[in-house]
């Protein structure tokens, strides 16, 4: 089955900085990979999303990129804020089938 | 804005009572999903459901089960809870069909003493 890794489970930068998140997966049929975005107390968020047949989705200072040969996948933040600070979840599913979740990433962003 | 409502957001139970955990969304999702949260260990899923009345196993299911009775309510139940079982739960539910996001619940932070 599908298994996605996720790294680093830790990061911290300054604000203003660029923060980016990757992932790999293990199934090459996956083909919709979501982002979420949990703060305290909350529960996950989807953020953003790629689907396998485009490259690259941007939105405002959120950015995903999909590298479909080397099934990896990345969120990039730029220009962090404060209130970016959060887990961030990728998660990987191929047509109607369940997403897999990696581990998360605990984002701090120091001001 | 879907909305994904679980009932409690604190619980604290003792060992061996029976719990029930709720969860309701209000826009039609076929899909409903209860993972478990706990830290270094990301998201696991403990059950899923993809119509009323059919529900399958997730990765952890020993020492739960579920309800889907009608659309909109999934049940998550600890037959009889047990300390290992003190964990956050996180409801979740989607439309069916293929790649399509999951909309969660703020979760319960359950504490079995």
């Known amino acids: 089955g599908e298994n996605v890794e996720q790294h680093p489970s830790t990061l911290s930068v300054q604000e203003g900085d660029s923060a980016v998140i990757k992932c790999t997966y293990s199934?090459?049929?996956?083909?919709?990979f979501p982002w979420y975005k949990q703060e305290l107390g909350k529960g996950p968020q989807l953020i953003i999303d790629?689907?396998?047949?485009?490259g690259e989705k941007k939105d405002q200072r959120i950015a995903v990129t999909l590298n479909k040969t080397a099934k990896h996948f990345s969120l990039h933040i730029t220009e962090t804020q404060p209130e970016d600070s959060a887990v961030y979840f990728c998660a990987a599913s191929k047509n109607t089938d369940k997403l897999i979740f990696g581990t998360g990433t605990r984002l701090q962003v120091f001001p | 804005d879907v909305k994904v409502t679980q009932s409690s957001r604190y619980l604290v139970k003792r060992t061996g009572e029976k719990v029930f955990l709720e969860c309701v969304q209000d826009?039609?999702?076929?899909?409903m999903f209860w993972y478990r949260q706990d830290p270094g260990l990301g998201l696991r899923l403990i059950y899923f459901?993809?119509?009323?009345?059919?529900?399958e196993k997730g990765d952890i299911p020993e020492g739960y089960s579920v309800s889907r009775e009608k659309k909109e309510r999934f049940s998550l139940i600890l037959e009889s809870a047990s300390t290992n079982q003190t964990s956050m739960y996180l409801c979740?539910?989607?439309?069916?069909?293929?790649?399509?996001?999951?909309?969660f619940g703020s979760g319960t932070r359950l504490t079995v003493v």
């Open positions: 199934d090459s049929a996956s083909n919709y």
């Open positions: 826009m039609d999702h076929e899909n």
């Open positions: 459901s993809y119509d009323v009345k059919m529900k």
């Open positions: 979740a539910s989607s439309f069916g069909g293929p790649n399509y996001g999951y909309t």
């Open positions: 790629i689907r396998s047949n485009v």
